[in-house]
Nanobody, 124 residues
Framework: QVQVVESGGGLVQAGGSLRLSCTASGLRFDDYAMGWFRQAPGKEREGISCISWSGSDTYYADSVKGRFTISRDNVKNTLYLQMNSLKPEDTAMYYC?????????????????WGQGTQVTVSS
């Protein structure tokens, strides 16, 4: 049974930092591209970052480029998202997903397994 579990969310002031983690079990982690998505209340889900299976290629949405860094540890089956210079508009539920494909334009495609999400709230 595949399990994807996010952690590391919380409440932070604007300008602060958080590091999200995502562990996956029940699948061969390095067979999948991995991505971070977020959804704010009343808004559509947004794919904000994706990393290829090897970690050699990364994608960032314009909204987070230069502030967020995605990385993965294929030995620990763990995905990370370092979030710096956080803004109130970054407030959302953040989800991790395992994806069947990585594309240079747009990031993760064919998402297959999702976590339950971790809440990030940035106060002004």
């Amino acid at each position: 049974q595949v399990q994807v579990v996010e952690s590391g969310g919380g409440l932070v002031q604007a300008g602060g930092s958080l590091r999200l983690s995502c562990t996956a079990s029940g699948l061969r982690f390095d067979d999948y591209a991995m991505g971070w998505f977020r959804q704010a209340p009343g808004k559509e889900r947004e794919g904000i970052s994706c990393i290829s299976w090897s970690g050699s290629d990364t994608y960032y949405a314009d909204s987070v480029k230069g502030r967020f860094t995605i990385s993965r540890d294929n030995v620990k089956n763990t995905l990370y998202l370092q979030m710096n210079s956080l803004k109130p508009e970054d407030t959302a539920m953040y989800y991790c997903a395992a994806a069947g494909a990585y594309v240079s334009v747009g990031g993760c495609r064919l998402t297959r397994y999702w976590g339950q999400g971790t809440q990030v709230t940035v106060s002004s």
